[in-house]
């Protein structure tokens, strides 16, 4: 047990930016991003303290936690409900850094918003192609599609992006 | 095209928001969650997990707090801004209005034993040591019971200040020492000056003529009683040849 919680804490350490990096991108807020992100890590502690100590030591951590971030991110869409207002007071304060920071940090949400506008199934490719800089092989394993879907897929959301093709996005 | 890879691509360079790991650590439970808070006794730093609340104390400054919290329940520590709701919970919790949860995993059974009866004591009112070491099934343990109240890492909220030396002696305190105490116990409602009048004579126990029930001088069971209507005891063996029989509420002996 003890074991776990350290490779759970080293796990944590490691990945937050690139788990929280991929859920921005996803949700196209920090405040869903921080949720996302936080019930992927609890997930895999959950995984891990059932797994047996083989298993642990074995796993591909990065490819594993990012299938485990996009199925939250799927339940969550799949039972999408209201954004419930923040009462307990619980979020995190936004930094206020250097004014240098704000106006990046607003760009960077400003874009998340705008990734988070393409339909799920595109978004997903991309986020983890292009963000995530996986490889095809790896982002058709995360998302348990076949590469060549994992491609045209990548392919029309870029499109979209780039502002072409705006009839296509729409099924 | 470029652009919007380059863009993409900065989107991957997001950092986690500040204490991003501590509050997954914590929510995993392996770290407990604290803040400090204004009460009635002045600011008090709480620690609390899933289980419950699992420490108090009136701390100098958060690094203090944080390691006494490491050294002595051994889990670690996460300040976090606290949910809006529990401010009013401990001020109803220090006020009597509710009980909360304790997390009182790492003490002794017999230590969990002693908090766990001190909880029941109701406000305003105090026992003997020695009631509490009955009351567990281990009379002859008085000295243990001091031991285990005095390490109480929730005092305040587990009210060991309730507890007090049946000479009348208000006796040490770790929450602030014996004036804290006193402090406490008066804010409380308890009329110290009387109890330690009283203790002082040696009586331990009131009894109420009309009922012939002799109680702990704080017990509520008697405050309606005119004071020329009270008779007192020294002992148990005083108040049963007298007639009086022990209360069952504050069970001063065994009925």
Not at chain 2, 180 to 206: C, F, T
Request: charged residues 30%; contains cysteine; hydrophobic residues 40%.
């Amino acid at each position: 047990m003890e074991g776990t919680e350290r490779v759970f804490e080293r796990l944590v350490r490691d990945n937050q930016d690139r788990i929280f990096a991929l859920s921005l991108a996803l949700t196209g807020n920090r405040h869903d991003a921080e949720e996302v992100a936080q019930d992927t890590f609890l997930r895999a502690y959950r995984a891990l303290a059932d797994y047996p100590p083989e298993r642990v030591r074995e796993l591909k951590q990065r490819a594993w936690l990012h299938r485990i971030a996009v199925n939250v991110f799927r339940n969550r869409v799949r039972g999408l409900r209201p954004r419930l207002v923040e009462l307990n007071g619980s979020e995190p304060s936004t930094a206020s850094g250097p004014e240098e920071d704000v106006l990046r940090r607003a760009e960077i949400d400003e874009l998340a918003a705008r990734v988070a506008c393409l339909p799920a199934r595109y978004r997903e490719a991309v986020v983890l192609r292009h963000v995530q800089e996986l490889s095809y092989a790896e982002v058709a394993d995360a998302l348990g599609q076949p590469v060549g879907t994992v491609k045209a897929n990548v392919h029309r959301g870029l499109k979209i992006l780039r502002g072409e093709n705006h009839g296509d996005g729409d099924d | 095209m470029a652009t919007v890879m380059i863009d993409l691509k900065r989107l991957g360079d997001v950092k986690a928001p500040a204490g991003f790991a501590d509050r997954v650590l914590a929510q995993a439970g392996m770290a407990d969650s604290y803040a400090v808070f204004e009460t009635v006794l002045g600011p008090v730093y709480v620690a609390w997990n899933r289980l419950g609340v699992s420490a108090a104390m009136r701390s100098k400054s958060a690094a203090e707090f944080e390691e006494w919290f490491e050294r002595e329940v051994g889990r670690r520590l996460v300040r976090v801004d606290p949910p809006a709701d529990l401010a009013r919970k401990i001020s109803d919790q220090l006020s009597g209005k509710r009980r909360l949860r304790f997390d009182l995993r790492g003490l002794t059974p017999f230590s969990q034993a002693v908090l766990e009866k001190t909880l029941k004591i109701p406000r305003g009112q105090v026992r003997p040591y020695g009631w509490v070491a009955r009351e567990i099934g281990h009379p002859a343990a008085v000295r243990a019971v001091g031991t285990a109240l005095a390490n109480n890492p929730i005092p305040y909220f587990i009210p060991c200040h309730r507890v007090v030396r049946s000479d009348g002696v208000i006796g040490n305190y770790g929450g602030g020492g014996p004036e804290a105490k006193k402090n406490i116990l008066s804010l409380e409602g308890v009329q110290l000056a009387r109890l330690q009048k009283l203790a002082q004579s040696g009586y331990r126990y009131e009894g109420v003529k009309s009922t012939k029930i002799f109680c702990f001088p704080t017990c509520y069971h008697g405050r309606h009683a005119r004071e020329e209507n009270f008779v007192f005891f020294h002992d148990e063996a005083e108040a049963r040849a007298a007639g009086y029989r022990p209360c069952k509420d504050c069970r001063p002996a065994v009925a």
